[in-house]
């Protein structure tokens, strides 16, 4: 294994992000290996402080103060740009450029506000300047935009952009409980900003939205020129107003084309979305996105849009892609996730679950003492149960839900339930989907 | 622009999706130079019968019936295979990479067949084997559990990958009709593909289950060892059951991996769906696919699962990649979707739409005609109004929505509201959002 080569990255700024993707990195190494050809290396960070406490293993001779250093260093081929703010940050990213070093950075605030600059030294340079983690953490709306809907243009983009007030709005509207209260739980589990006016007066969001109508249609749109509302003038009466209208209030980012004249609005503010919606209905710190294309129609998506692992899991899918350009490889290189050998198909047995049960029997007493008979003697227990007369017919419906069993017993037990005295027709079975706590 | 170079496309098969992928080429034939720095042109096509009238402007010499003349023709670089069917897609196929030619693809049927044998083809060829449209027409499911969430491994990937059966039951939920009835509705909307066991008997939905799993875990599962359940045994009378139970019942597939001894279940059949899964609310002739990702989280995308647009755009995004792949480019290169010069920044009076506004004003009689007359003043008319006394105070709270106005009536409207006597703070302005059409 040692002709393989080794690309390594230097990341500066070690906070959540920073930290995640050194983790990351570090904890699928074997993995980088095997669809990447080459072993891709953390190996060094820029923090602030260098005796602060941290949560991801890192050795000390890793860690320095002083970013250029990282940035100059000739053994270090792909910079991670994590500090976040402006003017460091854009002198950073230009002198990886100067070196020939492509970026892959988070920072929002920077691309809206110094993108053309930035992409046209990219481009200069040759190198790649990605950001799918800057807008809207996990949910790879950079790459879809760009690539995916690539044969589309888009009179509407819409979506929620930012967790932090949508946890918030979210919370007023469930709990009933007033802006300040939830503010102050907000900040007490870390999910403001330092600076509270990004996530609080819509600047955040606006500078995604800025990012994202660039992507749609090519146009720098200059954030004093937009309109840019938070969600601080949101009352508990007006979310239930509101609702009853038919609508939830969210902060939504919204950029429309009008395509007889080219006029592009961006804004980012409150609004009433109706309830349908599926970005009405993304609640808590979830953001959701939707495109509408002129081919494709609407896409929507929703995700995690901030947080460690989601936000370092974009970081790290540009590090790939930048790999892969680096290395020449193009986006059809190694399909697969896992090799085959590793994985085998679940048997009946080990596959568990809840069912739903209709039964058409005769209508006499006893009859779903005898069915649920049957079920136990397969061991399946109910959950729940009930009867219901089938018109004039002398026939019963039985509809019952069981407990958690698995798919050999459940069979098993259909079977039995077919030669029961009483059954009148092949059972009806249904699985009941459990998401899990994972999912939403 | 003559040192331009040109992509030649052959499609094979020219029914709704090679239609569609000829026309889209077509129409963007400038953009396609733009971004790729090439010419991407559609040259011939092959038909089973020359003479049926086609909805796309074609020459007659651009057809033949003979889909091998367009493989082996040396002047078409890359195939889009959209024949479908699988003994005669598959040596088409390895014919193309054995003359050294990418293959776009939109055969899931194939690919869960013979996919194993057919990504090793392409990889000993050196060429693109390219399925985004495989699964889930519009939705880039292939691209994001390959690139986006590359740093992922998937506990569970579930969702609704057949549009007709879920247009079958959404029909039998809203309107209480029975399936045969809302079936023979589909086959007249031509819903229904002429084998209808793919619709109905979920072996659409399987074959992109296989292919999903294929992606996420790296094992090639065999139709015939997993369930495949269609919706034929639902009745209303089920639907009904599972709502009052909170859920929706819903065809999905389904692939799990339990990562304590790695093994995978693959599933297809009816299922109960709580109704605060996105997945539930998918109604129509959407797909909707939610991923759970061991660091992203839960991440759900949602679209046309099919239809001539949606998956000829699905075509077309291939087509780009795997042009990018052949002229050495990498997924960074040609940001963007339109030149800057092309699009311009919205006015004030140009951004329509409907408002909501909540005024604090003095609880008296007349006070609501003050406002109105002052919003009529600036030709802003109102949709709703409701009042309501404020508590122990003399004050009264109005909310009011307005019909279709514009972003510099209601600012205007807004500045002489604040100055309006009896108004006590400054009133609270939302916008209501309108998805529009297009959106659902």
Redesign the interface.
């Known amino acids: 294994m040692n002709d393989i080569p080794t690309i390594r990255v230097g990341i500066l700024g070690f906070g959540t992000v920073g930290q995640g993707t050194w983790k ?1 990195l570090q904890e ?1 190494s074997s993995f980088w290996e095997k ?1 990447l050809a080459v072993r891709l290396v953390p190996v060094r960070a820029s923090v602030r402080n260098l005796n602060k406490e941290r949560k991801v293993l890192i050795p000390m001779e890793s860690l320095t103060t002083d970013s250029n250093a990282i940035v100059d260093d000739p053994d270090i081929d792909v910079i991670c740009e994590l500090i976040g703010g402006i003017e460091e940050a854009k002198k950073l990213t230009l002198r990886a450029f100067s070196h020939g070093k492509s970026v892959v950075t988070a920072n929002k605030a920077l691309i809206c506000e110094h993108g053309e600059e930035l ?1 046209n030294a ?1 481009e200069k340079a040759g190198v ?3 950001f ?1 983690a800057s807008v809207a953490g ?3 709306i950079i ?2 935009l ?11 983009i ?1 979506g929620i952009l930012n967790g932090t007030s949508n946890y918030i709005l979210t919370r007023m509207e469930n709990q009933g409980v007033g802006f300040e209260e939830v503010l102050k739980d907000a900040r007490r589990l870390g999910y403001v900003e330092a600076d509270e006016a990004l996530d609080l007066e819509g600047f955040d969001a606006a500078h995604k939205a800025v990012i994202l109508a ?8 200059d954030l004093k ?3 840019v509302e938070g969600i601080s ?3 508990n ?2 979310l239930e ?2 609702f009853a ?1 038919g ?1 939830k ?1 969210k902060l ?1 980012g ?1 950029i ?3 395509f007889a004249n ?6 980012v ?6 309830v ?3 970005i009405a ?1 993304t609640d808590g710190v979830y953001n959701g996105i ?1 495109l ?2 002129s ?10 849009g901030a ?1 460690q ?2 936000t ?3 970081v ?2 540009d590090l ?2 930048v790999v ?2 680096i290395r ?1 490889m ?3 290189s190694k ?6 050998e ?6 009946a047995i ?2 568990c679950g809840c069912y ?1 049960l ?1 039964l058409s029997v005769v209508d006499k007493p006893g009859q779903l003492a005898k069915v649920a008979e049957c079920l136990a003697e397969h061991e399946v227990s109910l959950a ?1 149960v ?1 009867q219901s007369p089938k018109g004039a017919s002398a026939s019963a ?1 039985i ?1 019952l ?1 069981t407990h958690e069993t698995n ?1 050999h017993s459940i069979a098993q037990a259909m079977k039995s339930l077919e030669q029961l005295g009483g059954v009148k027709e092949p059972p ?1 079975l ?4 459990d ?2 706590p ?3």
Do not use: M
Not at 430 to 433: A, C, L, Q, V
């Open positions: 990351h699928n669809i992409f990219a790649h300047y990605a799918e996990g949910i790879p790459k879809v760009r690539e995916s809907l690539v044969a589309n243009e888009f009179p509407l819409y660039y992507l749609a249609h090519g146009l720098w749109v020129s937009i309109t003038k949101i009352s009466e007006d107003a509101a209208l609508y209030i939504i919204v429309r084309r009008n080219n006029h592009i609005s961006v804004g503010y409150p609004a009433l979305v109706p349908a919606e599926i209905r939707s509408t294309g081919v494709v129609g609407t896409v929507v998506l929703t995700g995690r947080g692992d989601p370092s899991g974009s790290i899918s790939v892609d892969k350009g020449g193009n986006s059809y399909l697969i996730h896992v090799a085959p590793e994985c085998k198909l679940a048997q080990e596959i739903y209709r729940t009930s419906n509809i839900t798919e009806v249904f699985r009941i989907f998401p899990g994972a999912s939403r």
